[in-house]
């Protein structure tokens, strides 16, 4: 990948302090550049017509209310940290890294394989790299909190290179009677391995530019799972008032993604693509217009990968990655809503 080629001056004097001394010198910020993207999706395919066999639903009706037409489902091998071991791989090689590049891992997940070790720990010994790691729990928006503290590590100087990464197998948390969850979810993973450097020489900022968290423990209710890892008598299903969370994602992400362009002061014609979670293509819809966006700037995969969390908008990026789409100076809008309540933004100049 092109996306991010430039690289900070090597760590010395220690991490912590040079990045100090940049800020006070007024010298080029250093900033997470995103230097590869990678992606791994399970071989089973399952589609709206399949669920319909087994469940009192149709095509038409999960199509019209989300937009989702088919999801990839994990077979017992393709575990979470499985299929994040295979993002993360290919991340790093679209960036031209190796594991020895690796600082830190971050995986959001919220289907780990274990309590622990963190599953980000299976990532990296699979993947023989050095560093730390550790799980990340923000549901669907666990992607755009793992980028945010990644983003943290690397202007404070504690990380040059970052693994992040969303994986998840919600088909093991689904209740497969409950019509009105189970057609939503899909499984897979996504990885970005983010660089520390400068975008010298390009003439702007580039990098992660802003992140946005958000969380209301008050609406923890309206979507959670009912069970946890460690429970065998209680493995959990997910549980969601629908039209609550609709109403709440409408909202909140229309005010984070305002948010992201005025902390920047930038105006909604400068974003070159969104690449929202992929929870309902209504709810993207509604993002897009306020953005006053044109159909093909949004990066959209619900209708083939279905609602895949934490890993929907690293999935999307790859894909986007992978046909041409994505090019250097682009700037991207990331926005996810999910369980907690949890939201929040990314705004990177690619
Ligand atoms: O990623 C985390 C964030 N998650 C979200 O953002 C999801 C937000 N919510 C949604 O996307 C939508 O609320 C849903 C897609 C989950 C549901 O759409 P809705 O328009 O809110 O439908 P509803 O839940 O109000 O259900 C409407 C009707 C009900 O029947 P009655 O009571 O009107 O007779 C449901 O029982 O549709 C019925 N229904 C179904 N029918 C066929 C619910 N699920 C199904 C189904 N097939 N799979």
Known sequence: ?????????????????????????????????????????????VTNDELAQRLETSDAWIRERTGIGARHIAQAHETCAFMAT????????????????????????????????????RVQAALGAHGFGFDLSAACSGFVYALSVADALVRVGQARGVLVIGSEVYSRILDWRDRGTCVLFGDGAGAVFLRAGTGEGT????????????????????????????????????KMQGKEVFRHAVLRLAEAVDEALAANGLDRSAVDWLVPHQ????????????????????????????????????????????????????????????????????????
């Open 1 to 45: 990948m092109d996306l991010a080629t430039d690289t900070a001056p090597p760590a010395s004097p220690p991490p912590a302090r040079r990045a100090a001394a940049v800020e006070r010198g007024g010298g080029p910020v250093v900033r997470a550049l995103l230097a590869g993207i990678g992606a791994y999706l399970p071989q089973t395919v």
């Open 86 to 121: 295979r993002a993360a791989a290919a991340a790093l090689a679209d960036a031209g890294a190796t594991a020895a590049d690796v600082d830190a891992i971050i995986l959001a997940t919220a289907t780990p394989d274990e309590a622990f070790p963190a599953t980000a720990l």
């Open 203 to 238: 003439g702007r900022d580039r990098g992660i530019l802003s992140t946005h968290l958000h969380a209301d423990g008050r609406l923890g209710d309206i979507l959670y799972v009912d069970g946890a890892v460690g429970r065998p008598d209680r493995p959990g299903h997910l």
């Open 279 to 350: 929870a309902n293509l209504r709810i993207i819809e509604g993002i897009r217009k306020r953005l006053d966006l044109p159909v093909e700037r949004v990066v959209r995969t619900i209708e083939r990968h279905a609602n895949t969390s934490a890993a929907s908008i690293p999935l999307a990026l790859a894909e986007a990655h992978a046909d041409g789409r994505l090019r250097p100076g682009q700037l991207v809008l990331l926005e996810a809503l999910g369980g907690g309540l949890t939201w929040g933004s990314a705004l990177v100049r690619l």
